[in-house]
């Protein structure tokens, strides 16, 4: 997806200048979403995706991001969800920073954002913290083969000097720290990489400008140790990868999005995003992409899915978010029931949004099926009344 941070973090770095301190609140997100910024390249047609190339950096787009989720399980019995995701945004076009004039180890191109979230089931805490810095003197940036992507001392890379392939023969490895919460983590992948859309074209409305390059990783193996409160729990659990790249903003039409990432007991996975439009209902431009257990997969439209919104959370700020959902995909025989393990899962930065751990039950063809997942609903900070805000139910499908 269109990812949250970019919603409305994307306008204030895009109007900041080569060496401009990065200070003040941003700003929501323009109007109208422009076809694409002078001197980035659009994402419009599908285009042939190479491994591990495409893990690493696309500076011709404008935006792109690493986003990984997981669901972790302590020695002890603990469960724990994080969050950790990566942001690159271009403030100039690749033509205009070549030119001799830019050149220089203090100026920047480009500004980095991180965000890392941990659930704390047991504890009952849900904390985060975000990083933003720039690419000048090398705070932050983004390399790939082998891939590196950091932001200080957070991490996104490759274990070894050949591992940045993320298939049975390589690995990554994971470093986040916070007050009270320090991560480390290798992450081997299960699946190969899932193209979503049309064959990685993701579009997002009718505009063709509207639209991003996006594949999922949907399940990788997670094992490493998170340091809680000063005392090492070792732990291991399953991890998502979703990686999306372009040009475009959200359409004007548009007031946010819910994205599921489920991953299913048997192996298959779901990914779904509902786009809202503004005054209610569903864009639709939703979609979503199923993985079997093969590894085969098939691109879920928007009439396919039905996502029925069971309950709300009204957080301290006073947001109404959607707080539980029933998901049947007919075409599939596919009926689940998505709960978060905590309520309170809201990342309270600029812009506010949620995103959490979940857990999951259901049936697949009246076979019990369960698993575990992530949720990431945007846009709702913004809205006056979000659908079913009274706590009745609230239906995205059709």
Do not use: C
């Amino acid at each position: 997806m269109m990812r949250a941070a970019l919603t409305g973090w994307l306008p204030v770095v895009a109007g900041l200048g080569m060496g401009t301190a990065m200070a003040g609140a941003p700003v929501p997100p323009p109007a109208a979403a422009a076809p694409g910024p002078a001197g980035f390249a659009p994402a419009v047609t599908p285009r042939s995706f190479l491994f591990p190339r495409d893990h690493g950096p696309h500076e011709s787009f404008r935006q792109e991001w690493w986003y990984l989720t997981g669901n972790l399980d302590g020695a002890g019995g603990q469960r724990l969800g994080f969050e950790l995701t990566f942001f690159r945004f271009a403030l100039q076009p690749p033509a205009a920073a070549a030119e001799p004039a830019a050149q220089s180890a203090w100026r920047t191109r480009q500004i980095y954002m991180a965000h890392f979230a941990i659930t704390d089931v047991a504890a009952q805490r849900f904390s985060f913290a975000q990083k933003l810095s720039r690419e000048a003197l090398g705070l932050a940036g983004a390399q790939g083969e082998p891939l590196r992507v950091w932001i200080d001392d957070w991490s996104l890379q490759g274990a070894m000097a050949n591992a940045a392939t993320i298939r049975a023969d390589g690995s990554w490895s994971v470093h986040a720290a916070q007050e009270g919460y320090q991560l480390e983590l290798t992450l081997q992948a299960l699946t190969a990489p899932v193209l979503n859309g049309e064959a990685g074209l993701s579009r997002k409305s009718s505009v063709p400008a509207d639209a991003s390059y996006y594949y999922s990783i949907p399940r990788l193996a997670a094992r490493g140790v998170l340091t809680r409160d000063g005392r090492a729990l070792p732990v291991q659990g399953l991890a998502w990868f979703d990686r999306e790249w372009g040009s475009a903003q959200l359409n004007a039409r548009q007031a946010g999005w819910d994205w599921f990432a489920l991953q299913l007991q048997d192996g298959s996975a779901l990914m779904f995003y509902a786009l809202r439009a503004r005054g209610g209902g569903r864009d639709p431009h939703s979609a979503g992409t199923w993985l079997e257990t093969s590894g085969q997969t098939r691109l879920l439209r928007d009439p396919q899915v039905d996502v029925e919104v069971l309950d709300h959370w009204k957080s301290v700020r006073g947001t109404v978010y959607p707080s539980g959902w029933r998901i049947r995909v007919p075409s599939l025989a596919l009926e689940l029931s998505v709960r978060p393990v905590l309520a309170d899962q809201e990342l309270t930065g600029t812009p506010a949004y949620w995103e959490g751990a979940v857990d999951v039950a259901g049936t697949r063809a009246g076979q019990k099926l369960g698993g575990r997942g992530y949720v990431e609903l945007v846009g709702y900070a913004a809205e006056r009344s979000p659908p079913g805000a009274t706590g009745a139910p609230a239906r995205l499908g059709r």
